[in-house]
């Protein structure tokens, strides 16, 4: 049992910041990658940036230079920095993460958030 639990969104101008935080908890033996995906009214969800254990990173081209994902391990817990916010950014942001378990087998699970509204609106 894993739990992903977003936290940080909500209203902010365009050109403002907002900070995404996503903690996990439950039997966890190890997450490998965690990434950020939104998905604005009426659209797809899409890929927005993903952190490996090992901190490296890619994002979706249209948030490179002003998103900046970062992970603290010790914590299990996975951050989304947002700057020069857009309204095209607006979107409910989910967590996702591959965690293996504390099971006999060692079990990889994918599991979600349950999101966190972002609106970039003047």
């Known amino acids: 049992q894993v739990q992903l639990v977003e936290s940080g969104g909500g209203l902010v101008q365009p050109g403002g910041s907002l900070r995404l935080s996503c903690a996990a908890s439950?039997?966890?033996?190890?997450?490998?990658?965690m990434g950020w995906y939104r998905q604005a009214p009426g659209k797809q969800r899409e890929f927005v940036a993903t952190?490996?254990?090992?901190?490296?990173?890619n994002y979706v081209d249209s948030v490179k230079g002003r998103f900046t994902i970062s992970r603290d391990n010790a914590k299990n817990t996975m951050y989304l920095q947002m700057n020069s916010l857009k309204p095209e950014d607006t979107a409910v942001y989910y967590c996702?993460?591959?965690?293996?378990?504390?099971?006999?087998?060692?079990?990889?699970?994918?599991?979600w958030g349950q999101g966190t509204q972002v609106t970039v609106s003047s």
């Open positions: 996702h993460a591959y965690v293996t378990l504390t099971t006999a087998q060692r079990t990889q699970r994918s599991y």
């Open positions: 439950g039997s966890i033996f190890s997450i490998s990658t």
């Open positions: 952190i490996t254990s090992g901190g490296s990173t």
